[in-house]
């Protein structure tokens, strides 16, 4: 049960590096597409209307991507709580067993006497 915990985390440990991963290699692209278009020979006004433009799409991609990393967040802690939940009834039951066998055990050396 642990192990499944641990391995959901290193999972969700593994895709955020992957996420950030990505995010830079956007980043990068970005970054080099408004250096692009500093350095085109454009006029002023067409540049400054492709960078509104790249903005925007860049806006918008980020919001996507975080929409969907707050989605498979929210997810993967629906899971680990079930986990969790699941883990403690287990745990539960085992330690009412265990009570009730001492109870067993206390009654059987009361009887004795």
């Known amino acids: 049960m642990i ?3 641990k391995d959901a985390l290193n ?3 593994k895709r955020r590096a992957r996420k950030n991963a990505a995010a830079g290699v956007g980043a990068g692209v970005l970054l080099g597409a408004i250096a692009g278009l500093l350095f085109a020979p454009k006029a002023g006004k067409e540049t400054r209307a492709d960078l509104v ?9 980020v919001k996507e991507t975080a929409v969907h990393v707050a989605d498979v967040t929210k997810e ?3 899971e680990v709580k079930q986990q ?11 330690v009412e067993e265990a009570m009730e066998d001492v109870q067993e055990a206390v009654e059987d050396v ?3 006497k």
């Open 11 to 13: 999972g969700t440990y």
């Open 84 to 94: 969790v939940k699941k883990s403690t009834k287990k745990t539960a039951a085992t």
């Open 3 to 5: 192990q499944e915990i």
């Open 110 to 112: 009361d009887t004795a």
């Open 53 to 61: 433009e790249g903005a925007k799409i860049g806006a918008e991609k």
């Open 76 to 78: 993967k802690f629906e």
